[in-house]
């Protein structure tokens, strides 16, 4: 199993002839996949074409991870095939589907935080010595080449663990790169990335489909759909709607079927009703994560805060709600100063958060959506300690409703629903507590565009109501459709708070990245 | 945007009616297993059937059972404690020295109730306070409370307990109703109370299939984590009261191994063993199982390892029936 | 094995063999319970918890059980009679002069008992300790326990072997503890300097004398306990009274005096060396 | 494996210096090479089995059978001699019985998906259980063993027993297994994140029945040496032995959340605890006192890892002061 030695690009050396372009490298036809009580895909078929990127658009939970998966090996279809050159095959495992050349840059990244960059990216076919035992010499330069090759500049020999997520998400493409592949699979591989980061990446599909790969790009993202990609497939809850180039569609076709409706993009109409200050942080610091944190907040106003992906947002949300103790700082609400040790403390006084990592951080999964929602509530719905279920029902029905859950009942395990309706309870068990501060980190981040709609309206609903809400977002069109207000922040600190006309892409994009102002 | 369909969507608060589900249920399985192990006993021994033969039965179990509700609860926060066993070797060698002393029975209730507590903090802190994962800290305060009975003891014995405290462990409430099966009685009821019906169970159940999101939900995870310890202490103490009681005597080597027992009697009543799910029916049961399958077997005369290798077979059975089952 | 003999000489006896799980106090408990359920007529129990058994044991006399103890006892209160394999003293005796016997010009020596928790063990050595101002030159450096696990003991005796350079023998009076000292004297390369001594039986004694390990040990007939505690238990059954100074009889080994703890001794230990170890090896 | 690894190891060396420095002052013969080489010599099963339950805790089980496994396959190996089968065969077969007592557990965790607490908490009483029915609770004795099969784990080679080879060799092996093979590298990988394994093509359920297979063949090999060494079997034999291998890997570092640790660790862990056991009798601590002592170390030893270990938030101020964590090297 002794590889040949590689260096840097040589793994793309090995020249493949580009097959008739009108012969799919990769097809599935008929193909259907359903887990208990979900049809993730049925019947549905999709075509990969060497040198061509494919788009795979559709809403949240339309199926498209789902065949990621079955592509490579993880998930078994129930029914239909997969052909690789015409001729059908089957892939028992994620290693029968590599070693069939097939490669893929995962939703999540997949990765082990105990093991360092170079064994995340050789594992299970890394280079060996003639006594078949792992040539880590080779394995560590051959990395360091790979990295380099895709501008990464880390540390082959470090734990991933000491890594960000921008960065353990490239050290996820260079692995998917170390597997000589002819098709490669990005599911919303741009999604954690930063915007230089993304540029590379664009650079990298670019080379790669020079080399002849057939590449299948997953993204919501329309305008790098427009940029990248020649041909595109919509899914539509787990059935295929269309296929096309890329170039005689419009944003607008391609909605319509990915939603099977006309979705207008408007961001809300706001009902502007400005109150006085409620929310002030002064000083906030925190030994590595932050320092000098300071703005404030009125009643009925939407906050944006924008920043490169690891300004450290998050982290200073966090703090506001308890999570992590800041070492300097105060927070004042309605003109009186909050110490917040826990986060029980910040939801007394009224401020909650909704978290970014959704999976982890917000939904309880293996319990049921009613006691998700009532849970921050349940001072409110029981009597000195003791539950009350109907209360909690009751609660759960009123926030819910609001929000259109869609789900069997109210008593179905919340790790049963799709991304974008476990948010949805997540967002109403805050709204149950009636908050006089609600922090939104990353709101929409992977959901689908009628659903963003919604979050976006009701958000809206939310500041018009006379609450203060604090929105952190990666999207530029987000942040500056819903916000009043906007703070950028870059490497933990406030760079710039922009207002009115000074908002522009422009300007948050220089502050974000420390360019200063225009010339 | 506007979806036409919009209010008037009703969910359900459930589709299975309580009823449905307990039939269901992992409780149910043990229901049959418990009347099947019954009636097995009362044709192989014609001793069996008899009022005060299964009184005397029910020792086989109750310390232990008392121990296991909160252990369920700790378990099902995703947390476990190694160290019962040797609380009631620290908790009933302090009991002796008080004893010694010449206090009299109420002192030395106290004594063994509040060491279980101290034991059961010094977990809370190890483990709560320091974010330290529980079975290697019980491992090692296993060996360290009842090292320091050792060290107290060494080969000797406490005896000479006053004759009323004989009360808890040989005592009857009425009739054939010993005061450990009543201690065991209203313990259940008042951990199946706190655990299925008050938030501070709710909260158990959160922490267990989610310690982050419980803490972003503003679960005080810590002070839940601790309070569990606390009450496995307690628990531990009480039932070293009981054991004290029902020996006579203190030595260090007492209880030895009982925690396994524990651990198996409260994964038997279906609570899983990685958190997240449990109940103390389920335990209440597994209690009554295992002290008839030890009981049934003791009057056939089994030698008792012979006896471990059924309450063996047993536990992986059961659990993995409904797993074998459920697959197809 | 005695017990059998016992009982087929009676005729109308059944035996009950059993033992629990592990070597609990809780464990022998659970065994007691469901040996009262049966309603059995007597109970001869060896026990591992001097104190701990005697509630449960004293439930059974309560409900009109026949209880002894023999070998390993229960305190007074727990039991009708004790039956000592032999007299305490005796065996304290004899375990400090088969260690003196062999080593003429005096010298260190030590003991490795079983768990310190075992009652007869604990006696035997306070009785050893009692009758060593008799053996001039005989010095007792140190008491360790291996808790009748071979492992422990081995490594107990390593460390007295290490611990004490001048010690001239081990007296184990336990036989998992004097077989695992026989093998680190051995693995040791000290037969010959280090002489193990003390009780054991001669079927798993035999190899320890063969190599020179051990010179000589000692023991009681074990078939003849279990026949005797037979015998009593059958005849306290049937009317025998157990009380001070009452001779009870224990078939063809005599009779039993009890004395003020009601405790009777069964006949003296007998020494075995290599001339007798070829002839008994095969018997128990 | 790299930095953090280092100083947790380093820490524990200095314990182990600081303590053998302790005794060696009260008891200088303790230092002497014999006495030393006896130490690692009485630590060498422990060592072994140490080894295989570093495995298993490395995919995220445990194996609490390990003790019972080591005293079943110890009593086949000592019956088999008995019964008059040479020694070549009688050390295969015990290591062989091992491995399919292993895989008993491997498959009740793989295939049937019980949690490997609950399965090996069962079989252990299932695997003693085992042994008494063989044997009706009887000993086998020194006498009734062959003297070969008492011989080798004694026979000296190079001044240090066979016994104590063996144990070098294992590690040595496992050494190059867990470092520089697929198979090593599949333990980690399903500890430390098993659903990320399965992405990079690893049968999580597989690797496990492998670490329990690895675990039982070895607690078989130590199954024989035990038994020849103290020259006894019998049903208890190695009992509660379990909880010493789990201590010795916590306290080697092995994180029981699976995917951290290394051999390393692991034996410096055994070294430790083997200390305890057999010096401080040796120097005349009260035998009553080792339990807690041995308490108190493990205690202390997953304190101080976690201290170590304890995440100081994420790095996102300019890092002018901070220490680079690119720096970070090999
Ligand atoms: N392991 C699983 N068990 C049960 N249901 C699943 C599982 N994986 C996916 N599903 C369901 O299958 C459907 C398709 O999910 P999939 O992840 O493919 O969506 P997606 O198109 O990738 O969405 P997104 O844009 O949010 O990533 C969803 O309804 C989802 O809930
Ligand atoms: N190396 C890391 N170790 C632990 N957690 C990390 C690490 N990198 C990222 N995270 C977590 O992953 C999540 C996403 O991190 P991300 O890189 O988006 O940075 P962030 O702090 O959220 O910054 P921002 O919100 O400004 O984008 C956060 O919850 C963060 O705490
Ligand atoms: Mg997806
Ligand atoms: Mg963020």
Redesign the pocket.
Known sequence: MAQPELSGWAIFKRSIMPPAPDAPVLSLRALSKSFPGVKALQDVQLDLYAGTVTALIGENGAGKSTIVKVLTGIYQPDAGEIFLDGTPVKFPSSEAASAAGVSAIHQETVLFDELTVAENIWLGHAPKTKWGLIDLAAQRSQAAALLESIGAKIDPDILLRELGIAQRHLVAIARALSIDARVVIMDEPTAALSYKEIQELYDLVETLKSKGKAILFISHKFDEIFRIADRYTVFRDGQFVGEGLIREATEGQLVQMMVGRAVDQIFPARVRNIGDVVFTVAGYSHPTEFADIRFSLRKGEILGFYGL??AG??EVMQALFGITKPSTGAVNLDGQVRVIRSTSDAIAAGIVYVP?DRGRQGAIKGLPIFQNASLPSLGKTSRAGFLRLAQEFALTREYTQALDLRAASLDQDIGLLSGGNQQKVVIAKWLATRPRVIIL??PTKGIDIGSKAMVHEFMAKLAAEGLAVIM?S?EIPEVLGMSDRVIVMREGRIAAELAGDAMTPEALVRAAAGLGEAA | MSAPHTQNRHLPDRLQTPAMRALRSWEALLVVVFILIFTANSFASPYFLNVWNLSDATFNFTEKAMIAFAMAMLIIAGEIDLSVASIIALASTAMGLVMSAGYGVPVIVVTGIAVGLICGAINGVLVAGMNLPSIVVTIGTMSLFRGVSFIILGDQAFTGYPKEFAFFGQGYVFWVISFELFLFAITAVIFYILLHRTNFGRAVFVIGNNPVGALFSGVRVARVRFILFLLTGLMSGIAAVCLTSRLGSTRPSIATGMELEIITMVVLGGVNILGGSGSILGVVLAAFIMGMVTFGIGLLNVPGIVMSIFLGLLLIAVIAAPKLIWRK | KGAEEAAKELGDVEIIYTGPTDTTAEGQIEVINSLIAQGVNAIAISANDKDALVPALQKAMERGITVISWDSGVAPEGRQMHLNPSSNALIGNTIIKLAADNMPEGGDVAILSASATATNQNIWIEEAKKVLPNYAGINLVDVVYGDDLADKSYREAQGLIAKYPNLKAIIAPTTVGILAASQAVTDGGLIGKVNVTGLGLPSEMAGAVESGATKSFAIWNPIDLGYAATMLSYNIVKGAKAEAGAEIGMGRMGTAKLDDNNEAAMSDPFTYDASNIAEFKSIF | MKAALTSRDALLIYAITAMTAAIAYRFPAFIAPSSLANTFNDTAPLMILVIGQMIVILTKCIDLSVAATLALTGMVAALLDGAGVPLVIVIPTAIALGAVLGMINGLLVWRVGIPSIVVTLGTMTIYRGIIFLMTDGKWVNAHEMSDAFKALPRLHVLGLPVMSWVAIAVIAVFGVIMTRTVLGRSFYAVGGNPHAAVYAGIDVGRTQFAAFTISGALAGLVGYLWVSRYAVAYVDVAGGFELDVVAACVIGGISIAGGIGGVRGAILGCIFLGIIKNALPVIGVSPFWQMAISGTAIVLAVAVNALQNRPKGRLILKPDMQPSAQKVQA
Request: aromatic fraction near 0%; glycine fraction near 12%; charged fraction near 45%.
């Open positions: 992906v690891g947002r998050s970014e980190d990353e952190v990666s």
